[in-house]
């Protein structure tokens, strides 16, 4: 069975990426359970009400037939460090920021080339590394997963994401790409 995998960072200042995977017809699934139960106005659940986040929140505690997970992985902020503490490119950071990340997700078997990947508009920078289309139902999800975990007074050991925090071994990879250290 292909799996559909959506990959959303709704807002780069956060740098969550969240991640869902299942099958065509759980991804619909777990959309229907969302977005039509809930109606939320938008992806990014720290701007959303708090009565349609409450019910989300709801939701997603009930299980959904999904694989979720959010990835701390912060890209811009990696670029500003890096290139203010190193005087390099931004943008050549975040393309070995981004090219790690790709390599991190095949080499967990998060990503495969049988897989079919749908971005966010912030990610659509993935497109030259990975075979994807733009926009969709399993990528609006993961924008929910991975803004609903930066929300202060959401109990995020309550629900059933995976938090994977990435930013060192990003950071590490970058630098001995472009450092040598």
Not at 25 to 32: L, Q, V
Not at 96 to 115: A, E, P
Not at 116 to 141: C, F, H, W, Y
Request: net charge neutral; proline share 3%; with cysteine.
């Amino acid at each position: 069975m292909a799996r559909v995998i959506g990959l959303a960072m709704p807002r780069w200042d956060l740098g969550t990426v969240g991640y869902v995977a299942g099958s065509s017809s759980e991804i619909d699934n777990a959309y229907s359970e969302l977005f039509l139960r809930c109606y939320p106005t938008t992806v990014d659940m720290t701007r959303e009400m708090s009565s349609k986040v409450s019910c989300i929140i709801n939701v997603i505690k009930r299980g959904l037939p999904i694989n979720s997970i959010v990835f701390l992985l912060d890209p811009y902020g990696i670029a500003n460090d890096l290139g203010t503490k190193y005087g390099i490119k931004r943008e050549l950071i975040l393309d070995n920021v981004y090219s790690w990340f790709i390599n991190y997700l095949r080499s967990n078997d998060f990503l495969n080339d049988t897989d079919t990947v749908e971005l966010d508009q912030e990610l659509s920078t993935l497109v030259p590394r990975v075979k994807a289309g733009i926009g969709g139902n399993a990528s609006m999800i993961a924008g929910v997963m991975a803004t609903i975990v930066m929300i202060k007074k959401v109990g995020v050991s309550e629900l059933p994401i995976r938090v994977v925090n990435v930013r060192n071994d990003a950071i590490n990879y970058v630098r001995r790409i472009l450092l040598g250290h």
